[in-house]
């Protein structure tokens, strides 16, 4: 069985399921070269197929991420959006205009039915013409499954480690009129949703507006509030957190949903009224704190009321890996498995596991790693440099064995862009499309930042460590496996002299890969000739791309970045590529 899962709108994304197991991923922003791309993924789609040889009338099943979709989801370009763009400018400009009344909300489900509606027979259309397969054959092969069963399943389903009963949690901004529920599964039917909060109570919004409250892009930025949160003084982001954040929003009597005194998504005279004069990291210290404990208790009550242990996280939400450190640490966590990148792009796996799982009461099968997205052979690469490479401006070197060359390079505090095999799926870079370190010295975090990643000062780094010195450089005391930076954990003494560069600079906790030889062989022996060299069992690893634009997959995205940037050093396959 061949399904094709397709997550519209914000951070577009294709998963493409075979016989239970995802074969390929990949985000519509690694072709468009936009952050977080909404428009439709049609080039996405192309890639998978051609990519895994897969034929458009081998596709059994076409998994749609929501019910509530919209026309402006169904959008290839922006030239492209004139037959829905009327009807879109109507909804906004109603939406705008409303007030928060019975009558309003009942007028908005009516007219988000209607939207729906006409949204789906857009899709109808441009998946036949995409496909080149009649209308009839796509309406048939079309399953539309919830927004949170998509976060639910994919947070189950990735999993290596599924434990029966599990108790899965999901939360985000919204999706289809959620912004949290709590699952759980026995191992006998499907995922079954004991519990439900309505968008408009969203925890995820109040952490979006305070981002775009602080100057920064809502959907985007969070992490960089996050990042910011350690440098406030404790006692005085208590203060904020008790005044404002903890009386805005609440859990409910039942402990499984939570409730606002005011619709979450329209907060700014809120914010305005009780934040302004107080310090940017106070505010963003008081709102980590906040988040922390909300969604804290929301987990222990949930573990009460079922009694299991056994956890597992999907939504944006979770994208806090300060907050999935706290959890990972609840004395009443037995097991739990965060789904890697696990905002709306992760849906796709959902909603691909939802219909298999639904089609032939199978179980699909976890992932191995998050290698799912486009690759080139020396060959091809041999053939875009000679084609495409200036041989006034680079100088080009084959190296048999580019991954002892690239650890020579790092120990001499060289910083190396390494680009080989198939990019990574999802927000984080996991050594096959990043920029590598030294990171046993602060100079290392300042070149990157300063020159080439232009980040804001308190950002962080993150290590990539070996899996046999794992134990040296983080205090994992549950074992939790990390493979996929979604964890962050206390540094040892060692950790804070071999991987400074990598921690965050405030309160020296970490956001590692452990890289496992299994999963990515040639960039563990990278990492292992960089420690036959300096004794140092990781390097500073963070993603390929400009800031403001998504991590690189193919190779005139590579270029644009080295072009645009002081990128000294670019290892591309087996060549390595310098400025002269």
């Known amino acids: 069985m061949i399904i094709l899962g397709i997550q519209l709108g914000h951070n577009a994304t294709i998963a493409l399921l075979k016989e239970g197991k995802i074969i390929r991923a990949v985000s519509q922003e690694k072709f468009d070269n936009i952050k977080n791309s909404s428009r439709f993924p049609e080039e996405a789609i192309k890639w998978a197929l051609k990519d895994s040889q897969t034929y458009p009338e081998q ?29 879109i400018k109507e909804y906004l400009k109603f939406y705008l205009s409303c007030k928060y009344t019975d009558l309003y909300w009942k007028y908005i489900n009516f007219k988000n039915k209607k939207l729906t509606k006409k949204a789906r027979l857009y899709l109808t259309q441009l998946l036949a013409r995409v496909l080149n397969l009649d209308n009839e054959e796509i309406t048939k092969k079309m399953i539309f499954i919830k927004h949170h069963y998509c976060h639910a399943y994919s947070a189950y389903y990735s999993s290596p480690d599924r434990k029966v009963p599990a108790l899965i949690l999901t939360l985000d901004g919204s999706g289809d009129y959620s912004c949290a529920t709590v699952n759980i599964y026995d191992g006998k039917e499907g995922i079954k949703r004991i519990a439900s909060t309505n968008w408009i109570y969203s925890p995820g919004y109040v952490y979006s507006n305070v981002t775009k409250f602080l100057g920064m892009k809502p959907l985007e930025h ?114 739990c498995f965060f789904m ?120 962080p780094f993150a290590p990539s460590i070996l899996d046999e010195d794992e134990e040296k450089y983080i205090k994992n005391l549950k074992k939790v496996k990390a493979p996929y930076m979604i964890l962050a954990f206390d540094s040892t003494e060692l950790a804070q002299r071999d991987l400074k560069a990598a921690l965050h600079q405030a309160d020296k906790t970490l956001r590692p890969q452990i890289v496992y030889k299994e999963q990515n062989p040639d960039y563990w022996r990278l990492i292992k000739y960089f420690k036959d060299i300096t004794g140092i069992g990781g390097v500073l690893n963070t993603s390929l791309n400009l800031h403001g634009y998504p991590l690189v997959a193919t190779l005139d995205q590579l270029f644009f970045t080295l072009e645009n940037s002081k990128l000294k050093y670019v290892a591309v396959g087996n060549f390595l590529i310098y400025k002269k």
């Open 59 to 87: 596709i059994d099943y076409i998994a749609i991420c929501g019910e509530t979709i919209y026309p402006h989801q169904i959008v290839l370009t922006e030239e492209s959006s004139q037959g829905t763009s009327l009807t």
């Open 222 to 335: 969070e992490y960089k509030v996050m990042g910011l949160a350690p440098y406030a003084k404790e006692r005085i982001a208590k203060e904020v957190c008790d005044r404002v954040f903890k009386p805005l929003l609440w859990l409910e009597r039942d402990g499984l949903t939570f409730r606002s005194k005011i619709p979450t998504n329209r907060l700014i005279v809120y914010l305005k009224q009780n934040l302004c004069g107080i310090r940017f990291d106070v505010i963003a210290g008081a709102l980590q704190m906040w988040l922390e404990e909300l969604v804290l208790q929301w987990v222990k009550n949930a573990i009460s009321v079922t009694g299991i242990r056994n956890l597992y996280f999907g939504g944006g939400v979770f994208m806090n890996v300060k907050l999935n450190k706290r959890i990972m640490e609840l004395p009443e966590v037995e097991h």
């Open 340 to 459: 890697p990148s696990c905002g709306d792009e992760s849906n796709s796996f959902g909603a691909c596991y939802a219909v298999y799982k639904q089609k032939t009461g199978a179980e699909p099968l976890p992932l191995e790693n998050l290698y799912l997205g486009p690759e080139y052979t020396n060959e091809e690469i041999k053939y875009y440099l000679i084609n495409k490479l200036n041989p006034e401006k680079y100088h080009v070197e084959y190296y048999e064995d580019i991954e002892k060359k690239v650890a020579e390079l790092l120990a001499n505090f060289q910083i190396v862009a390494r680009f080989k095999g198939r990019a990574e799926w999802g927000a984080r870079a996991l050594g096959n499309r990043s920029i590598l370190g030294n990171p046993s010295d602060l100079k290392t975090f300042y070149e990157i930042n300063d020159v080439i990643k232009q980040r804001d000062f308190w950002m």
